[in-house]
């Protein structure tokens, strides 16, 4: 029951949570953007991304205010988790549209938290995004087989995750992204 209220706190402190109001920020670092993603993306119109729900988890408090704000200057709304089993709680709670899930994390990792997900038979179509710093092809395998949808490695390319995002919730994506690293 504790998770349970733990979400419900942190839904109504982010959903209402003006994203322009942290102005102390520095500017996020916008590296030089990758080639594009070989998929024709529609980009996903404000209005409807203020319906769609995020769960964002990372065990770094830093990780997840820096990422959670760049998400809601997109208009996402966000809930967070800073392990793996609060992640699948916060997700059974709130059933995002969409987890940003880091893999190294204490009590459950990311990849044991994307499993027992895809094991929900409630929770598991909704997209995950692997993001980690192991970028190795081995690693990003052994994430595939767990059943993340999309894999960002960190430092977070904010750019390669907003197409990511935008072709995983796309109106008429399957949420998977194949052959995407």
């Known amino acids: 029951m504790r ?7 942190i839904i109504q402190s982010m959903e209402h949570q003006d ?10 670092d916008r590296r030089k953007e990758e080639a594009p993603i070989s998929r024709d993306l529609t980009p996903i119109s404000e209005d409807s991304a203020k319906k769609l729900l995020i769960l964002v988890v990372d065990d770094s408090p830093d990780n997840v205010a820096v990422i959670s704000l760049d998400l809601q200057q997109q208009g996402y709304r966000i809930v967070t988790a800073s392990n793996g089993e609060e992640a ?8 995002p549209s969409l987890i940003l899930m880091d893999i ?6 990311g990849l044991g938290a994307t499993r027992r997900i895809r094991e929900n038979e ?3 179509n909704i997209p995950v995004i692997a993001v980690t710093a192991f970028g190795t092809e081995g690693f ?11 894999f960002l490695t960190k430092p977070i390319d904010f750019a390669r995750m907003h197409r990511l995002i935008a072709g995983l919730l796309a109106p008429g994506a399957s949420g998977e992204l194949t052959g995407l690293s």
Do not use: E, K
């Open 3 to 9: 998770n349970y209220s733990h979400a419900c706190l």
């Open 19 to 28: 994203p322009f109001a942290t102005s102390a920020l520095p500017d996020v």
């Open 88 to 95: 699948i709680s916060v997700a059974a709670y709130t059933r």
């Open 104 to 109: 190294s994390m204490p009590l459950l990792d």
């Open 122 to 124: 409630a929770l598991r």
């Open 140 to 150: 990003q395998r052994a994430a595939h087989d767990a059943g993340v949808s999309g």
